[in-house]
């Protein structure tokens, strides 16, 4: 039996119910996921499975980066566009390189929003449940 088929199955569950807050989070940690796992790939020299987890990561940068709203974020937007560039350029040179130092750069540029992202996912919950029971 495929162990990763529940796995696989509790995740498409989880995404597809998710908030969009939550959901955010859940790219962060994926792209995370995938960039540890190209390392270890790396590590272990199974160069295409490298390969194969930065092009996940990479589309996972790419469809953050692609949904930015400019009007709405602005200043905020735009950094975090250069933000995106900058990670995806990461994994790009990630995917040449042997040496894993590009890929934690990309891990520690995507903790450090993961952190504040998921600071203002609890707090945006939080204000929204308060505003909820103050409705009832």
Known sequence: MNNKKPINAYRTT????????????????????FIRLA??????????????KIKRAR??????????????GGSLAFQLDRLYGFV???????????????LEEAIEVL???LGGWREAVQNFEHSDK?????NK
């Open 14 to 33: 989880q995404a597809n119910t998710a908030s969009r807050g939550t959901l955010l989070l859940m790219m962060y940690e994926g792209a995370i996921r």
């Open 39 to 52: 390392i270890a790939a790396n590590e272990q020299g199974k160069h295409d499975e490298k390969l194969e």
């Open 59 to 72: 589309a996972i940068v790419q469809e953050l980066q692609r949904t930015l709203d400019y009007e709405k």
């Open 88 to 102: 995806n350029n990461r994994l790009m040179r990630g995917s040449i390189e042997k040496e894993p130092k590009v």
């Open 111 to 113: 903790q450090t929003l």
């Open 130 to 134: 308060a505003v909820q029971k103050t």
